[in-house]
């Protein structure tokens, strides 16, 4: 039998129908829905009156518009506070589970879907979102979809796709102390560039992946789409199962069992072939942070700004106000930011409270830490964590996109400068004239204490803890 | 959806490459739901800039743009789509798309072609030095200028929907009996979600 990757084995599975010279009707498992993409598709049901295919398949909730002051509630702008009352009548005209505020599962999709258990190895998952890939760390393919194709998704049930190609991504080695997955993704994207996996789904594999969390896998395979990739993707393992298990959607009984060996087979036969094959060793990593106005622009933190002569150099250190040969290091910052898809889950609320313990951020530092769904607030509250990040002078907010996107009310003000846990740091991304530094929650952390860009690996013993 | 079969008119040379969602439509404007009203926020932060090509009055309406490789990249928002619609474009030629704006521009019949970087150079220089009228040929994949006729590929199924006016979703409906026996198999052997 012909050897097969997991992306070969789990798209062929979904395979209704592939006609020569025509896109694959690929089936659909599992559709994220949220208010700023969904309007319009749930328009073109009723336009064409066709009914949602399934509506269990589709699972609802407020992320990107909402405010995340505590009375958010409140919406004060009236087209958001409109998308979001759209959201709630398309959801009960349609007869879809919507996880409103207060539901005790509110959030940020990505973080969501998984803590829910709806996001399972196998599946194909998508959402009017680029970074839906972070369901790939359960072994799943997850990939952002417009508008249009969420409509054709809530009608049939598929849409219609070529097979990209595949790609490997292998970490090799152990990240040192205070390195982390945020760090590993900010390096393949430094080293292939924002295009560099156009067209490939990544399987990513080796020896950094095993060892880690799934909180970690799902922060690397989210910034899959920085380097163009379609999606990311981890086979899933113990993990995985461990993750999963008693989770609301997660099978029980026997249909766990049948689920474990149906996963199980899923994983890339030893000697398959990808189209493209890099190997990074993550022994010598050090925490990256971004330089300039897309991801790529990123070096280590122990690094000086690379002299580059193109445009989009020049452009984008114009912009951010640095120059060639500068350290990145010690550069002075007003704002720092912990949350968004790809940090804003319990791990990355737990380191940035170890290192903020017993500690306070600079003075010219406003801090904002926000957790991706009201179960991780929950949590962080039980562990004490939303107390010692108060105290320390940073302010633990409620749950959504927050500054991950500047379409809400928390926006980095234009000219300052912010370290942030997010996954882009285009012109403006954070807000009109924002400039934004990519980092872990923990360099983050860090240099919101130390009022300027700092490494955290100072906090971290051998083993790993933050002593 | 309109059939589209040729597209003619004045080329804008946007010469700049990795141009991002964010650029062509920043999240601020995305709070409407309704699907018009977004050209007149299209690159908007470019625009601040007199000299951005957008600004020359002759290229309102302008029905082509060329620009630089992996254009349309970042967020999935076809929001970004429609803005460009909106402006009048109807054709893009760049030496790369990103991989999910190129989706989200065939479900608007957006045209995407794709030119080795030498080929888009040279357009470029053409345009920028004095005005460039293309005639894009949809059913024989040709763009002709002056006395040039270049080539290009297109995927035969989008082709087909472009010429003929027909939307995916028509296909998709026509085939949902398919769709529903192979759901049906999916959730005895492959799916488990516990539904409750
Ligand atoms: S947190 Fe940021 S990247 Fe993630 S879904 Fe929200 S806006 Fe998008």
Redesign the pocket.
Known sequence: MKKENIIDKVWNAHIVQQKQGHPAILAIDFCLV?EVTSAQAFDTLRERKLPVFDTKSLLATV??SIPTRKNRHEIFDEMAKAQVQKLRDNTKEFNVPFYDMDSSHQG???VVGPELGMTQPGMTIVCG???TATHGAFGAIAFGIGTSTVGHVFASGCLLMNKPKTMQVEFTGEFQPGVTAKDAVMKLIANIGIGGANGHIIEYTGSAIESMSMEARMTLC?MSIECGAVAGLIAPDKATYDYLKGKKYAPTGDSWNKAIAYWESLKSDSDCCYDKTIIIDVSDLNPMVSWGTNPQQAIEINQTIPKNTDDMSKNALDYVKLSINQPIKDTKLDWAFV????N?RIEDMRVTAAILKDKKIAEHITFYVVP?SEQVMAQADDEGLIDIINSSGAEFRMPG??M??G?NDDKVPAGSRCISS???NFVGRQGTGSITHLASPATVAASAIAGKIVSPIAYFNQAGEIA | MKAIKKIQGIAIPMNMTDIDTDIIIPAQYLTSTSQTGYGQHAFSRLKSDPDFVLNQSKYSQAPILITGANFGCG?SREHAVWAIKELGINAIIAPSFADIFANNAKKNGLVLIQQPQDVVDKLFNDAESSELILKIDIENQTIQYYENTLEFTLSEFFKHCLINGLDELDYLMSNIDNIKDFKQKQVSNSLFINRQ
Do not use: E, K
Request: aromatic content about 0%.
């Open positions: 949220h992320d990107h940020i999709v990505h979102d680029s970074h989210n949350g968004s898809c790809t804003g991706g996109c927050s991950c996107l379409m997010t996954n882009r | 967020s």
